[in-house]
């Protein structure tokens, strides 16, 4: 399509994960029509381009038509939407993986102070998903990823985080078949 309808089809993801929430293929969809929605809010915003009327933005890059049409999206929202469905179900990978990607970018809008937070809030995030369900990886797959994150970032804190909930964990189900526990002692 010349003119794609971006805010239809993220309307359609959404009614999409209504069903399964967890679809790769779906989430992967979600990851580029974002992108297209943000690439041509950037566009309207700079001034670079006049967009058709079909997505929302008048030929002075203005967006019109429904409210969910004129409703933006932005890395923060689209963060926030995953944790939203994790919290649904902590065991949607896919929702994991999305906010692996959406990070780094959060925390470079953020001071020092506030990055330290949201991080913290990460880990507890973790744990609530890890101790809902001992045995679901995704939370763990997260962990993990988070850990050699932060490490790039010259912090070695998150590592002992871990000892600490595999410790925890060990203590509290020692038959526990979480591979990356037994890994981190």
Not at 5 to 18: S, T
Not at 58 to 63: A, D, F, T, V
Not at 93 to 103: D, F, G, I, Q
Request: charged share 35%; glycine share 4%; net charge negative.
């Amino acid at each position: 399509m010349e003119e794609p309808l971006w805010y239809q089809e993220l309307e359609m993801i959404n009614q999409m994960f209504k069903i399964d929430a967890t679809n790769f293929h779906g989430w992967d969809y979600r990851r580029t029509v974002v992108k297209k929605m943000m690439d041509n809010d950037k566009k309207a915003a700079d001034g670079a381009t006049e967009l058709g009327s079909r997505d929302g933005i008048n030929s002075e890059g203005n967006k019109k038509g429904s409210a969910e049409q004129r409703k933006s999206v932005s890395v923060k929202s689209e963060f926030d939407y995953t944790l939203k469905k994790i919290k649904e179900n902590f065991s949607n990978h896919s929702a994991w993986h999305y906010r692996s990607k959406l990070l780094p970018d959060v925390l470079a809008e953020l001071s020092e102070t506030e990055a330290k937070k949201l991080i913290e809030e990460e880990v507890e995030m973790i744990k609530i998903a890890i101790y809902s369900d001992l045995d679901d990886q995704n939370a763990w797959l997260y962990f993990d990823w988070l850990q050699g994150f932060t490490k790039e970032k010259s912090d070695h804190s998150m590592y002992f985080i871990g000892i600490e909930m595999a410790n925890e964990l060990l203590e509290l189900e020692p038959n526990s078949k979480c591979k990356y526990s037994k890994r981190l002692i």
